[in-house]
C-alpha cells in the first residue's frame, strides 16, 4: 500500500476531537457530507478550503488520543475530504486500531514531523517502511506495516473484507 499525498503537518498532538470537534457529536452516523465540513476547523480554519484528495494529516505523539465514540467522526469527515491518511509520531493505540479497521490508513513514523513541511509532497511505503520525501531527498524508515493490516486497509475496512471473504455480495 502506497500514500502520497501534500503534507499537513501539526507538531501538535492532534486529538480526535481536533479532526472534527465533539460538539458535532450529533451527526455520527448520519450525515458524513455535513461531519466533512468541520473537519480540522477549531485547529486550522483554512484546511477545508485547501485539502486536496490524497492529501497527509501528519501529526505529533498520541495521535487520535480521546473518547473512543468520537472516532468514527475522526475517519469519516476527513475521509468524506478526501484525505487519504494519518501519519504521526505515534498514536493512541485505540485510535490506531480503530483507524485501520474503518479502512482509514494510519501509521506511526518516528520522526516525521522533522522529516516533512507542510505542503511537502511524500510517498509513504507501507510494505516496505519507507517514507520519501522528494523535495529534500531524504528517505525515513518506519516499521513496516504487516500484510494483514495492509489487506484491511486496501478492503477499505474489515466490514468490507468479511463481506468480500465470506462471499456475501452485498454492499457495504
Request: overall charge negative; charged content about 20%; glycine content about 12%.
Amino acid at each position: 500500500m502506497i500514500l502520497e499525498g501534500r503534507v499537513w503537518k501539526y507538531a501538535q498532538q492532534v486529538r480526535a476531537t481536533d479532526l472534527v470537534p465533539s460538539r458535532y457529536d450529533y451527526i455520527k452516523l448520519t450525515d458524513w457530507t455535513e461531519c466533512s465540513t468541520h473537519v480540522l476547523e477549531d485547529l486550522d480554519p483554512d484546511f477545508r478550503a485547501n485539502v486536496r484528495p490524497g492529501d497527509l494529516i501528519v501529526g505529533g505523539h498520541g495521535f487520535g488520543a480521546g473518547h473512543a465514540h468520537y472516532f468514527q467522526q475522526a475517519f469519516e469527515g476527513p475521509r468524506w475530504l478526501g484525505v487519504g491518511g494519518y501519519l504521526a509520531e505515534s498514536f493512541d493505540p485505540i485510535f490506531l486500531l480503530s483507524a485501520i479497521g474503518a479502512g482509514m490508513p494510519c501509521w506511526g513514523v518516528p520522526g516525521i514531523l522533522s522529516f516533512v513541511r507542510n505542503g511537502d509532497l511524500i510517498r509513504c511505503d507501507f510494505a516496505a517502511g519507507t517514507v520519501v520525501n522528494p523535495a529534500t531527498g531524504a528517505t525515513a524508515q518506519h516499521r513496516p506495516v504487516a500484510p494483514e493490516v495492509i489487506e484491511v486497509l486496501d478492503a477499505g475496512g474489515l466490514d468490507k473484507l468479511t463481506v468480500r471473504r465470506l462471499g456475501l455480495g452485498v454492499k457495504v
